[in-house]
């Protein structure tokens, strides 16, 4: 028996060399290997090699004005370190647009992309977003590129075999094979960042970031992004952000948008757990409980109300406040979608606008001059747009750092310390910084919400 399986086996292959190379579409054809597809997709798939200029870290010895004076203010000062990333992207479009990972370009001040061709091109980033881990870049002088089609990654489903492909260890294009092993995986890939992934157990390994997962036809279906390890290489936990959320990004970066805009929402959700659903009277725990909400908020416009329960988003079903944002991040700013929500024993569907997050009042953004102890110190109002931009609570009111600068940092202040007071004052707006710290006398106290902790900053001037 065995051996007439191997005799039919050969006569397969053989017959099959001959035949015109196609896509696998069954298991037999499955069996003779992914060479086609590969052969296909690959060319679409990029080398990327990014610089970084990081400033470097200052002696605080040398940084004394007796130091200084002795031995020149340029022996203190610190040194640039250079640093080089190395990543993969994908082709967009025949003129040149490519898909990468923020974390691997977007901080670079040079980027140079090379094809499978070994030719190269100079690129700039045109649309980043550091939360969402994504960047648009603009290949100069591209044309007639191959490039990879992208598959509505809602139609993904879990078993699907998929390729890897992209530049790991930077030891040469490389393809690895597995299956779709999960969807709508949340945070868990790039710790704090709020995401909505595609698993998959193909091997994914640094300077895999940015690189193409793909399925068997030779579409794009997610754009590798992160793994969990302990050892640095892969374990087959890989993470893809799925090509819908890329597709937006594409058409926000042809429109001319050089940051991304999210539908915002005005909301704060909690995931529906057990306990939860129990005290809701819910069989299923399901869908996302509305725990807060903005004044300005569209969906409290829409007749949502605190301890309401989201179950849908266009007829896709959201567990996480995660898969919530995706959802509308997908279907972009200026529409409109339709919530599906329960509140008790009734379930009603509620269209919502898709707004970008309103300057209501406006943010006032304010730079501190030299006539002030802490030049170079920036700050604004908070409005929903500086919440949604700083990730700062719905109910936070009042002044931001939104930069520290040079003085301010020294003095303990960080980047989204909400400012109450300073010297006692009260602190509203922008301009009442501005007055407290011009001539403020010889001490100086700043009170300031930290993560949600007091903190006070006092030093002589």
Known sequence: MIRVFLT?????????????????????????????????????????YAKIVREG???????DP????????????????????????????????????????GKATEIRVVTTDRREYSAQVVLGDKESDIAILRLDEAEALPYLPL?????????????????????????????????????????????????????????????????????????NTAILTRSGGSNGIGFAIPANLVAEFLRQAQAGNNSFISPWAGMAGQHMSADIAESLGLVIPQGVVVSDLHPLSPLGEAGLRVGDVVTHVDGDEVNSPAEM???????????????????????????????????????????????TVMPGLKVARINPAV?????????????VVTDPGRYGGRSGLRVGDVV??????????????????????????????????SVSVRFRL
């Open 325 to 371: 944002k995706f959802r509308m991040s997908v279907a972009g700013v200026g529409g409109s979608s339709v919530l599906t929500l329960l509140r008790g024993e009734v379930r009603e569907e509620v269209e919502i606008a898709l707004i970008k997050a309103p300057e209501v009042p406006p943010s006032d953004d304010t730079i501190l001059d030299n006539q």
């Open 8 to 48: 039919l086996m050969l006569l397969s292959l053989a017959s099959h060399s001959h035949a015109e190379t196609k896509v696998p579409t069954s298991q037999a054809e499955i069996s003779l290997g992914f060479a086609p597809v590969v052969k296909q997709a690959a060319p679409a798939v990029v080398n990327i």
């Open 66 to 105: 007796f130091f200084q004076d002795f031995f020149g203010r340029g022996f203190a000062e610190p040194r640039p370190r250079v640093q080089n990333s190395l990543g993969s992207g994908v082709i967009l479009t025949a003129d040149g647009y490519v898909v990468s990972n923020f974390h691997v370009v």
């Open 151 to 223: 598959r509505d990654s809602d139609q993904v489903e879990v078993g699907e075999l998929a390729l890897a492909i992209g530049n790991p260890f930077g030891v040469g294009q490389t393809v690895s094979s597995g299956i779709i092993s999960g969807l709508a995986r949340t945070g868990t890939a790039t710790g704090n960042a709020r995401g909505y992934f595609i698993q998959t157990d193909a091997a994914i390994n640094p300077g895999n970031s940015g690189g193409a997962l793909i399925d068997v036809n030779g579409d794009l279906i997610g754009i």
């Open 420 to 453: 109450n007071s300073i010297n006692g004052v009260s602190i509203e707006h922008p301009d009442d910084v501005v007055h407290a710290l011009t001539d403020p006398g010889r001490r100086l106290q700043l009170d300031v919400s930290r993560a949600g902790r």
């Open 57 to 63: 870290r200052g002696n605080t010895l040398f940084s």
């Open 387 to 399: 919440i949604a931009r700083m990730g700062l609570i719905l109910s936070q009111t009042g002044v």
